[in-house]
């Protein structure tokens, strides 16, 4: 371990320095602007406009795929299965349905509009769940170039930022009145809790704390998630049930992690410096995925992504919005 990590030092080292710098930035930008998408932009200009050493490419590399593993066991310290019960059956049931519906939407339809590799799965996965850390969540298990992550990442923020801005002044043209309803179309559809928070808090507090709850359990709602698009995406190259339970080290960490943070309370002040250390950890990870990105290729797979990120939306909208 040691070892590999003197041989890619340069390269660890360089994201290091991107992804501290992303991380500075994001304290004076708004939350829809976060540090991890800062860090993919950076990353994506030093790696397109400055030639970066050949020396440093081992260690890029070693990066972005070991620091996104990482991350996620960190993230999982914030799930909390509690929050199922604090919505109700119905509303639960309501929102698990959304969410597995959109993800076989997302399996079969990424197909139809032939996404280039893995966006089309990394988008809808993030639009399902919680953004950004449902597609970092997912990612390391798929074959993937470094553009799916990219675009994915891209898409996710570009339509969470959106619906954010969009969907507020929609419902109050549309003179709802329910707050239940409100909180629950706004909690089960924008992206990030950064999304959920700024479209339901400007609308009323009432509105944005059932709105947050119901963003809670969609987030606790990605262990399952994961589990079952791993399933969807290998279902054919399994050999036998058995197969489908072989997840990779830090699927199995994750799981683990959600399950043990349920049953013991844990100090806010641990959960805070989790979430903080694993959105930092991301960042990094993701300067170092953005200096792997082409802006040709990104450009190119771009608008397909685009695409199939705001059908995929809009569906995931439609279907909460008949149920409630």
């Known amino acids: 371990m040691l070892e590999t990590v003197k041989s890619n030092l340069k390269g660890?080292?360089?994201?290091?320095?991107?992804?501290?710098?992303?991380?500075?930035?994001?304290?004076?930008?708004?939350?829809?602007?976060?540090?991890?998408?800062?860090?993919?932009?950076?990353g994506m200009i030093f790696g397109n406009f400055i030639n970066v050493?050949?020396?440093?490419?081992?260690?890029?590399?070693?990066?972005s795929s070991k620091l996104l593993e990482l991350s996620i066991i960190f993230l999982a310290v914030g799930i909390n299965y509690a929050n199922f019960a604090k919505i109700g059956a119905t509303?639960?049931?309501?929102i698990a349905f959304t969410i597995f519906s959109i993800l076989i939407l997302t399996y079969f339809l990424s197909k139809k509009f032939n996404c280039p590799g893995s966006t089309g799965i990394l988008v809808g996965f993030g639009t399902a769940i919680c953004g950004s850390s449902a597609i970092a969540a997912l990612s390391p298990s798929l074959k993937k170039e470094k553009e799916d992550v990219a675009i994915a990442m891209a898409v996710v923020n570009l339509f969470g930022t959106v619906g954010m801005i969009a969907l507020p002044l929609i419902l109050n043209k549309l003179n709802i009145v329910d707050v239940q309803k409100i909180g629950m179309l706004i909690g089960g559809t924008l992206h990030s809790v950064g999304n959920v928070a700024g479209a339901g808090f400007a609308m009323s507090k009432e509105i944005g704390d059932t709105a947050i709850t119901v963003k809670l359990v969609r987030v606790a709602l990605l262990t399952p998630g994961l589990i079952f698009m791993n399933f969807l995406i290998n279902r054919k190259n399994a050999v036998s049930w058995k197969d489908h339970f072989k997840l990779p080290w830090y699927l199995v960490a994750f799981i683990a992690i959600t399950f043990l943070t349920t049953l013991i309370p844990i100090p806010?002040?641990?959960?805070?410096?989790?979430?903080?250390?694993?959105?930092?950890i991301l960042t990094i990870a993701m300067a170092?995925?953005?200096?792997?990105?082409?802006?040709?290729?990104l450009v190119q797979s771009g608008k397909k992504g685009i695409t199939f990120g705001l059908i995929?939306?809009?569906?995931?909208v439609i279907v909460i919005g008949l149920f409630i």
Do not use: M
């Not at 050493?53 to 990066?63: A, D, L, N, V």
């Not at 806010?268 to 930092?280: H, R, T």
């Open 312 to 316: 995929i939306f809009a569906l995931q």
């Open 91 to 94: 509303n639960f049931l309501t």
């Open 12 to 42: 660890i080292l360089f994201s290091l320095v991107l992804g501290l710098a992303a991380i500075s930035i994001g304290n004076f930008t708004p939350s829809a602007f976060n540090s991890i998408l800062i860090a993919l932009l950076i």
């Open 268 to 280: 806010k002040s641990i959960l805070d410096a989790s979430e903080y250390f694993g959105k930092a």
């Open 288 to 297: 170092a995925i953005g200096l792997k990105v082409s802006f040709v290729k």
């Open 53 to 63: 050493p050949k020396s440093f490419e081992s260690g890029i590399s070693y990066t």
